[in-house]
């Protein structure tokens, strides 16, 4: 198999997948009373997301023949739809949008919900039995989605009154990205296989492929280690920046700085 082939012939084009983005996008027509903003691309770009991470060569590659590709497929499942979908929800006139229980809308469970999941589908027991199930691969997927919806929930949430304030919010994800480096430099350095089943991909048809590459089940690895370390933080560091930003325009924020003679005192 090329190149060429596995991207045109792994799509699964799996008509339930469809079915559901489409409804998801049917709803949020009604939702927004057919009236589209700016922040309907958010949600639009979030579905279109969703399916590519499903359908498309990262999920046929995830499934047991790539960990890194396992691992992109995580972390938009986390990092990237779950803000996007949250960003593109209009602001409610009513409580019951994702209205949920107090202990769970706290910021430490949001936190927890997060940094846990990566962590728990990354167990190597665990995380070989989701590769190779497709039960069980399911379950993950969106577990990994509502969990990464609950962690995004305080910084983009649609309550904003139930958003954490901009300081706390930066403390929040800063001590996120410190979990997922740590998460990540075991993955890259680990001597063992976090997932098993990547070191005898199910597919032969696609390991001349990647042995064309140079990439060895070691390699794989420590570039899906480098995967959760490296663009994960930037992530983090991308949302830390803009509560920063929100926090310096707030109304009444005045940033002043000591005067010459202050100094000289």
Not at 17 to 35: D, E
Not at 72 to 80: A, G
Not at 194 to 218: H, K, N, Y
């Amino acid at each position: 198999m090329t190149l060429r082939q596995l991207l045109l012939s792994t799509w699964d084009w799996n008509l339930l997948l469809i079915a559901g983005c489409i409804a998801a996008l049917f709803f949020y027509a009604i939702l927004c009373k057919l009236k589209f903003s700016g922040k309907s691309v958010f949600f639009i770009n979030g579905v279109v997301l969703f399916f590519v991470a499903l359908d498309s060569p990262i999920s046929f590659l995830a499934k047991g023949t790539l960990f890194s590709a396992h691992m992109i497929q995580h972390l938009l499942l986390v990092l990237m739809i779950p803000p996007l979908l949250l960003l593109g929800l209009p602001a409610p006139s009513h409580r019951p949008i994702l209205s949920l229980a107090s202990w769970i809308k706290h910021p430490l469970a949001a936190w927890v919900s997060g940094a846990g999941a990566m962590w728990f589908w990354h167990i190597p027991a665990i995380c070989d039995a989701a590769a190779s199930n497709e039960f069980i691969h399911t379950l993950q997927t969106f577990s990994l989605l509502f969990l990464g919806i609950l962690f995004w929930r305080p910084i983009v949430g649609p309550h904003i009154e139930e958003r954490l304030s901009s300081l706390t919010g930066i403390l929040y994800l800063f001590t996120a990205c410190i979990a997922c480096t740590l998460l990540g430099i075991w993955i890259s350095f680990s001597t063992l296989s976090v997932c098993p089943v990547f070191m005898r991909p199910e597919d032969p048809s696609v390991s001349p492929l990647i042995q064309g590459w140079g990439l060895t089940p070691a390699l794989d690895q420590q570039i899906g280690g480098l995967l959760m370390w490296v663009p994960t933080c930037l992530v983090y560091l991308g949302a830390i920046l803009f509560l920063l930003y929100r926090f310096y325009r707030q109304p009444g924020k005045v940033v002043s700085f000591p005067s010459k003679e202050k100094r000289k005192k």
